[in-house]
């Protein structure tokens, strides 16, 4: 798959929203949840 | 205790011949050698014990995560630089990297969870309980993230974000066994009774597992039928066949190391005043 351009990349054929959006809020997600995951050990290796 | 008895025993029971024989060894109590059937029974249930298990899952983290990352790399190479653009549905389509990894989570980690709860209740192990507590919050996201990428998808190819289709409510449903899960366990206070009422919800609630499976099949739905199949030839390329199954590989790593993560947290929060774990906060 040649994209040509990076702004070809980026449109994704007019879908841009669509699939950005998906990868976009799947990365968020996990983020998240990697954020609270470090965020529990630290407290729980304080025993708090 | 008798360490000459368990010579005959292969492999791994030399490791645990030298443990057993040690001054500091078998602090766990419940499973005391006693003899060789209970040294079989301790191998079993040796890493039941939460306290065996915490330094064990500590030391899988990494690997698993490693795994993940490469996977995930891997795989979006193969979902936005190999996989052609799909004739019909152009650009769109490569959302289907991203949900069909995360339907296929969102069921098997329920399934999974069912099932440590299920040990649970059978064996009152207290791993089950903290195993089935731990992987919840990743079966929620999972399912989130199916629904959202679904609505996502839905939008450009069926022209609505939504409908209350047989596949779309199942899995919405999924959703909510999952937050019923985290609510009712976090709700009881007392965290043994607090894992056999979540393990009699999480188990009732397997049966939506072949509903969400089979709806396409039984219902005439909006959604499309399995895009994989173990009995017929795949119905699209081989790359994108290749990049679905990288980063359905990438989810389930990832799934194994934050689980185990999690896991590690719930152990500490609970056993918090027990010897062992003052030991080692003593240590730092």
Known sequence: MNWGSLDNFLAMGGYALYVWGSYGVTALCIGAELWALARRARRAQRGA | ?284
Not at chain 2, 191 to 202: I, K, N, S, Y
Not at chain 2, 245 to 267: C, G, K, Q
Request: aromatic fraction near 12%; hydrophobic fraction near 55%.
């Open chain 2, 1 to 284: 205790m008798r360490g000459g008895s368990v010579g005959h025993l292969c492999g791994p029971a030399d490791r645990l011949r030298l443990k057993a024989d040690g001054k500091d060894s078998l602090t766990i109590d419940s499973y005391r050698l006693q003899d060789e059937a209970g040294i079989r029974g301790w191998l079993l249930f040796r890493f039941a014990a939460p306290q065996a298990f915490y330094p064990l899952a500590g030391r899988m983290i990494p690997w698993f995560a490693t795994l993940a990352a490469l996977l995930a790399l891997a795989g979006l190479y193969i979902s936005f630089f190999v996989a052609p653009t799909d004739a019909q549905q152009g650009e769109a389509y490569r959302i289907i990297f991203i949900h069909v990894a995360a339907a296929w989570m969102s069921m098997f980690l329920y399934v999974v969870m069912a099932c440590w709860a299920a040990l649970g209740l059978v064996l009152n192990t207290r791993l089950s309980g903290m195993m089935a507590s731990a992987i919840a919050p990743t079966g929620a996201m999972f399912t989130f993230i199916a629904l959202w990428s679904g609505a996502l998808w839905g939008k450009p190819t069926w022209g609505t974000w939504w409908v209350w289709d047989a596949r779309l409510t199942s899995e919405l449903i999924l959703l909510f066994l999952y937050f019923g899960f985290i609510a009712l366990t976090n709700a009881i206070e007392d965290p043994r009774r607090a894992d056999r009422a979540g393990a009699v919800l999480a188990i009732v609630g397997v049966i939506n597992i072949p509903i969400i499976y089979f709806s396409v099949q039984w219902w005439n739905t909006l959604h499309q039928g399995a895009s994989v199949s173990l009995t017929r030839a795949p119905s699209m390329a081989m790359t994108m066949l290749t990049g679905m199954l990288l980063m359905a590989l990438a989810a389930w790593m990832y799934s194994i190391a934050v689980v185990l993560a999690r896991v590690r947290s719930i152990i500490l929060e609970r056993e918090r005043d027990a010897e062992w774990v003052r030991g080692l906060r003593g240590a730092e």
